[in-house]
Nanobody
Framework: QVQLVESGGGLVQAGGSLRLSCAVSGRSFGRYVVGWFRQAPGKEREFVAAINWSGGGPFYGDSLKGRFTVSIDHIKNTLYLQMNNLRPEDTAVYYC?????????????WGQGTRVTVSS
């Protein structure tokens, strides 16, 4: 049982940067994989990044081209997504996720989402 709360979304200009945060709480989740998905209106949900809470990874979606970095602050129990050189195509609702290793993200916990809008 894991609870996730995202924050840090907003409006940025193309080429700018943004850091999303996801506060993780609940029972022990050392064997969880945590990460990010995004979904733009009218488009399918897209995998962004994932990392094992206790080590391993990270893993990134093919479309990110090295612009995003996922990390964990274990002291604060917070997952981050550093987004650099943002493009209008990055506009989406970003969701923090947590799932037991070996299970699908869809079967795990999801945050409420945080909106990222990148203007031209």
């Amino acid at each position: 049982q894991v609870q996730l709360v995202e924050s840090g979304g907003g409006l940025v200009q193309a080429g700018g940067s943004l850091r999303l945060s996801c506060a993780v709480s609940g029972r022990s989740f050392g064997r969880y994989v945590v990460g990010w998905f995004r979904q733009a209106p009218g488009k399918e949900r897209e995998f962004v990044a994932a990392i094992n809470w206790s080590g391993g990874g990270p893993f990134y979606g093919d479309s990110l081209k090295g612009r995003f970095t996922v990390s964990i602050d274990h002291i604060k129990n917070t997952l981050y997504l550093q987004m650099n050189n943002l493009r209008p195509e990055d506009t989406a609702v970003y969701y923090c996720t947590a799932a037991v290793q070996g299970t699908a993200a869809e079967s795990g916990s999801w945050g409420q989402g945080t909106r990222v809008t990148v203007s031209s």
